[in-house]
């Protein structure tokens, strides 16, 4: 008879074990695309193509939108893994961001700042190299926005804080707009407007609904000092900036009746979004805020603005 085998011995199979190590790798593996918030990059990356289409008047070549796209989210996800490693405390204190791989255990704050300067020092390397100088700089300043502007000097002191530093999320037009042409012009600018007065009416909704959250961690988001009614007011004025840029662009850049069209249904349906949250605001029994309809909404405007950039290139108009 084999002997038994001795207490707490592993009785798995050889394949099963090695099936549990696939697992494990797997596992952290998604925690570091976790880390990079790979839903935001996508965000950034539906704006840069349709600028790129336009600087060239045409379709770019392939190798070019390959190289400025792959370069753009890998600085993208090194920006955001340095803002979760900055970030760590105030994220464990927060419903939204407690589960994220830092604050979990899953990665420690060592491999996450590591890796986020490698992700950073590879982007500007591959941009630099396989793109041009210019997108390289400009992606650079982006990601020095992002991480120092906001994360480090803005986040936790002003309530302004996602209005100056959201400029980092408007770079990549400026990416895009350079690595087609070398340089920037003003209708590059003009995109540049569309998405910095998008900003505050895109992610202050969701600073309504996580209100509590950011209270709770001590960030000063305008939603947490400002009462819900001055908030709508100023998101009012940035939509109008946002669509008077989105217009301007028209004679600016010479693009066709039906991007005119369709930039002005859209801003005016999302005008109207942001008009009727003041209205809920300021009385409460009109329903529920219903913030986070107004936060989709926002994504909705600025996707189908841009699919709008792109096709009216090739319109025969």
């Known amino acids: 008879m ?20 696939r697992s494990a790798l797997r596992r952290r593996l998604a925690a570091y ?41 890998a600085a993208a996800g090194a920006a955001n893994v340095l803002n979760c490693y ?20 899953e ?9 986020g300067l490698a992700l950073g020092v590879g982007s500007l390397l591959w941009l630099a190299l396989l793109v041009n100088v210019p997108s390289a700089l400009l992606t650079g300043g982006a990601i020095l926005i992002y991480v120092v502007g906001y994360t480090m000097i803005l986040k936790r002191r002003t309530p302004q804080n ?11 037009v400026l990416i895009g707009w350079s690595s087609v ?33 950011y209270a709770a961690a001590g960030v000063p988001m305008l939603p947490v000092v400002a009462a819900e009614s001055k908030v709508a007011k100023e998101m ?8 008077a840029c ?36 300021q009385d409460p029994s009109r329903g529920r805020l219903r913030a986070m309809s107004v936060f989709h909404g926002s994504i909705t405007y600025l996707s189908l603005l841009s699919v709008a950039v792109a096709v009216d290139v090739f319109l025969p108009l």
């Open 2 to 21: 084999s002997p038994a085998a001795p207490a707490g011995a592993s009785s798995r199979a050889p394949g099963a074990q090695a099936q549990d190590g």
């Open 33 to 73: 695309v976790a880390l990079t918030k790979p839903r935001v990059i996508e965000l950034l990356l539906v704006t840069t193509l349709p600028t790129m289409i336009l600087a060239q008047g045409g379709f770019p070549p392939i190798g070019l939108v390959l190289a400025t796209l792959v370069g753009g989210a």
């Open 86 to 105: 900055l970030d760590r405390d105030i994220d464990q204190v927060m419903n939204r961001t407690k589960r994220r791989p830092l604050v979990t255990g």
């Open 107 to 115: 990665i420690t704050p060592r491999a996450a700042l590591l890796f």
């Open 162 to 172: 996602i209005v100056w530093g959201g400029a980092a999320g408007c770079m990549p």
């Open 181 to 213: 042409t070398g340089g920037l012009s003003w209708a590059a600018v003009l995109l540049f407007g569309v998405i910095f007065f998008w900003t505050p009416p895109h992610y202050w909704p969701l600073s309504m609904k996580f209100r509590k959250d």
């Open 236 to 243: 009012i004025a940035y939509t109008v900036a946002m669509i």
């Open 246 to 281: 989105s217009l301007l662009l028209v004679p600016v850049a010479g693009m066709t009746w039906v991007y005119a069209v369709v930039a002005t249904v859209l801003g005016v349906w999302f005008l109207w979004s942001n008009i009727a949250l003041y209205r809920r605001a």
